[in-house]
């Protein structure tokens, strides 16, 4: 199917992690434009080698160093992207990170980089590409959640929080924005195969079976093919403040 | 920056976002109660008149000038304008309508009250002061 993405805009965070690797292929074999936000300029040359071990082009992936807790910064950024692209089509918010720790022994600086890097971040990049969302009357939005914010599990707590936060955030925006024709989605991953997913692949591998109905780890192109769908006007045109959960069952 | 040519763009900018012809749009005419613009409609024409003409706009403009007018005197009380502050009000935009000034009147309910010609000024506004800052 043709998810006519050709030569859209596509603004995506987290793009050098697992799952936002995969996402960056996939957009670019549908021929979409991609720019990545990105802390570090190096990572993003990794990610261009792994992209060509891979043999997709790079040629319509570009990057933008960008400070995600800096508004300024933000909207500098995006500023320069609407200069040289003159839209943007399509965010997607995949930046996270997470701390494995008991609660009770996390100090207030893990907290605050949880709640951080994956709810305020979200938020500001959001709000500022809301700006030329609003004049073209139309975009799509797609949150990376996690399906811990809806199923909980040790050592993740404000994770959890930050990701059901993201949920929130998803639904209600989702109601504000959608009369402006700007479609608000999320997709909740489950355990997928990453490096973020490494600690937790190593203590559950005999649980899993039990823990998953598909008795499996879920693969990064799993999650990013549901990301192109509800980017895509052509498959998710009438679908809005919505979720997909990528988890093999783990909370049926 | 003349307020028929920042009028034109106003009303063409609100007919895109509402759907309201331009020709039924009048400089009187309150863009809540009488445009039927939302909250978020707001939000899309500040953004495109900030688009258009490349500044920075807040709907809370006016209140800031009044603020500054007032000095040390209180604008409002707990989300409530003060006489003093209705009165500051009352001269930066003589059109909204005196008897919707009323002691009472919360810093949210002024904003429906503004009509298209506030949003002219605040754009004006806007621009003058861009301008200013350009000539220092």
Known sequence: MNLKLEDKVVVLTGGTGGIGQQICADFLEEGAIVICLIRKAEKFEKLKNWLSTKTISTAKIYANTCNLLDANNIKAVVNEVIETHKRIDILVNCAGSVVEMPFALLDESHIDQMLNTNLKGMMLLTQEILRPMFRQKEGAIVNVSSITAIKGGRGIVPYAAAKAGMDAFTRTLAIEVGRKNIRVNAVRPGAIETEMSKPLEARMDKYIPDAMILGRFGKPKEVSKAVLFLSSNETASYITGTFINIDGGFIV | ?136
Request: charged share 30%; glycine share 6%.
């Open chain 2, 1 to 136: 920056m003349e307020l028929a040519a920042v009028l034109e763009k106003v009303k063409t900018v609100i007919e895109n976002s509402t759907g309201t012809p331009r020709e039924t749009i009048q400089l009187e005419h309150t863009l809540f109660d009488e445009l039927g613009v939302d909250s978020i409609d707001l939000v899309d024409i500040l953004f495109e008149l900030e688009f258009l003409y490349k500044i920075q706009l807040k709907i809370s403009d006016i209140e800031s000038r009044a603020r500054a007018k007032m000095g040390d005197e209180p604008y409002e009380i707990d989300g409530t304008i003060t006489p003093a502050g209705l009165q500051v009000i009352g001269e930066f935009m003589p059109e909204i309508s005196k008897d919707k000034l009323v002691e009472g009147l919360t810093v949210h309910q002024l904003v429906q009250l503004f009509t298209v010609e506030s949003l002219c000024k605040i754009v004006i506004y806007r621009i003058e002061e861009e301008e200013r800052k350009k000539e220092n």
